[in-house]
């Protein structure tokens, strides 16, 4: 049975001069850079360390993520990027050191880039966003261009960044080549789309509850090495206890003791929705 938990970060916001994005510092070296007009709400992480500093994802690719990073840092900056869902690497190419799970989507998106008409219809289309668009900002010009990848990571390499040890654990079920992030160092999980305030979209392409109950397994067999989640849209900091309720709500999934509601996302995707209070899972 889990024990007892620390109390939660109360995430401060910082004021930054910028019409997109939203910073809240959560601890001494931990920052939440989120979108809020977006309606997706993602949220990216940047951990100051030492000399050094790590973005994980780039978010949207709409405003200018760089120039956001550089008033927080000035040390040079590792993107990690938690899977290839384009809301999670639309400005990757503003960045020059990326890492990515070695994933044949991670392969073919790094390699080809991303079609405009894709981009503009799962980021800019005028139902996911709302207005004006950020200073200096051109939708009509925005592109995924092809980037380079500096290293390919494995399930469970541990990354010596900036006085940070981060653990990679592949935790597939909302997308197939997802992973999320263990600070070793200061105890936190970075977990990417698989846990959150809200909906887990397993009903996008590459969705598989099974394997989405196989990631949780995963992150409860290191409940004990981390005090609290950072995920990546909505509220930017979780209590850990989400978890085991996330487990059980896909279990429950998994053996149809859960009624669905239907329903239809922004971009006209049918999903079925099993609601378990502070998080759901949308299956096709």
């Known amino acids: 049975m889990p024990g007892l938990q620390k109390a939660l970060p109360q995430p401060q916001r ?8 939203e910073v809240q510092k959560v601890n001494d070296g931990l920052y939440a850079i989120s979108e809020p007009r977006h309606y997706e709400h993602t949220v990216l992480n940047l951990l100051i360390g030492e000399q050094h500093a790590v973005l994980i994802d780039t978010g949207c690719g709409i405003g200018n993520l760089r120039r956001v990073v550089e008033l927080l840092t000035s040390h040079p900056v590792t993107v990690i990027n938690t899977h290839t869902h384009l809301d999670h690497l639309g400005s990757n190419n503003q960045f020059s050191n990326i890492m990515m799970f070695d ?16 981009l503009f219809w799962e ?5 996911v966003v709302t207005p004006p668009w950020p200073r200096g900002f051109e939708r009509e010009s925005a592109a995924l261009r092809p980037f380079a990848v500096s290293q390919w990571l494995k399930h469970s390499d541990v ?9 990679v654990l592949h935790t597939p079920g909302e997308a197939p080549d ?4 263990l600070d070793q160092t200061h105890r936190v999980l970075f977990c990417g789309d698989i846990l959150l305030n ?14 989405l109950r196989a990631s949780y397994e995963l992150l409860m067999r290191h409940y004990d090495e981390f005090d609290f989640l950072m995920p990546s849209h909505n509220a930017p900091c979780l209590s850990k206890d989400i978890l085991p309720i996330a487990l059980a709500g896909a279990e429950d999934v998994l053996a149809g003791k859960v009624q669905p509601e239907e329903g239809m996302d922004p971009w006209e995707r049918h999903y079925r929705k099993y609601d378990f209070g502070r998080i759901s899972i949308l299956t096709k």
């Not at 910082?14 to 994005?21: E, G, S």
């Not at 990354?159 to 653990?167: A, F």
């Open 198 to 211: 809200g909906a887990v979209w397993s009903h996008l392409d590459g969705g598989d509850v099974g394997a």
């Open 178 to 181: 997802h992973i999320c992030l």
């Open 103 to 118: 994933h044949p989507r991670s392969r073919s998106i790094s390699r080809d880039g991303v079609p405009r008409e894709t």
């Open 159 to 167: 990354l010596e960044i900036g006085g940070r040890q981060l653990m």
């Open 123 to 127: 980021l800019m289309n005028d139902k």
């Open 14 to 21: 910082i004021t930054i001069d910028d019409d997109w994005f």
